[in-house]
């Protein structure tokens, strides 16, 4: 499984509707299991992004469709880093040569 950073902003919709954020996360655990997507961690966050959480996926084209169908409710925007631990960067430089 790969992992993942994702930094959620809310939209104008998202901030109108913050009181049930902690509700939408507990949905979007349930619709993103069964797509093969783990939530491991969601925090509330104060800075520039108004969410960070940490995701597991098989892929990134897994994770880029749960993604759009969260996006799509119109509640937030994200951008996604993938993450790599300290196995796999160790295979990553182990392939400089």
């Excluded at 119109?74 to 040569?97: C, S």
Aim: proline content about 1%; charged content about 20%.
């Amino acid at each position: 499984m790969a992992r993942y950073v994702v930094l959620f902003d809310w939209t104008d919709q998202g901030v109108r509707n913050a009181k049930d954020t902690v509700q939408r996360v507990a949905q979007a655990r349930t619709a993103f299991q069964s797509m093969g997507v783990n939530i491991e961690t969601i925090y509330w966050t104060l800075g520039d992004h108004d969410i960070v959480g940490v995701f597991d996926a098989p892929d990134d084209a897994t994770l880029a469709a749960a993604l759009l169908r969260l996006a799509g409710a119109g509640n937030v925007r994200t951008k996604t880093l993938r993450a790599f631990d300290e196995g796999e960067m160790g295979t990553i430089l182990g392939q400089l040569g």
